[in-house]
């Protein structure tokens, strides 16, 4: 579980980097990562650009969730890709693990102290 958000973590990041490289590029066309109200509840980040289509992801801290668009820059269409809660995947302890569970890594630990 761990591992798989930090993979998202990454992948956001390295949108968010392409977006900022992209935004100070003179050939491309401007991108920023944006986020909504004083508080940033919102944080919108444009992915690369590949075969004239780009992901937009939108990211609400408040309700908990992402939603992946697809920006056609041929149509000039814009299509939502995915959507999801996060809500509820914070609140497990694990997921789909290849290593040690995390009981079995707390019983280790616990041991060591004695």
């Not at 508080?39 to 309700?63: F, H, K, Q, W």
């Not at 299509?79 to 809660?85: D, H, Q």
């Not at 609140?91 to 041991?111: D, H, K």
Request: hydrophobic share 40%.
């Amino acid at each position: 579980m761990k591992e798989r958000w930090q993979s998202v973590a990454l992948l956001l990041l390295i949108a968010f980097v392409f977006g900022y490289i992209l935004g100070h590029s003179s050939i491309l066309p401007k991108a920023h990562a944006l986020s909504e109200g004083a508080a940033g509840r919102v944080v919108c980040v444009m992915g690369e650009v590949s075969n004239r289509y780009a992901p937009i992801v939108l990211v609400d801290t408040l309700e908990q969730s992402i939603l992946v668009y697809e920006y056609s820059h041929n149509s000039r269409r814009l299509e939502l890709e995915s959507a999801r809660s996060y809500r509820f995947d914070k609140q497990l302890m694990e997921f789909e693990i290849s290593g040690p569970s995390v009981g079995q890594i707390r019983a280790r630990v616990e041991q060591q102290r004695r």
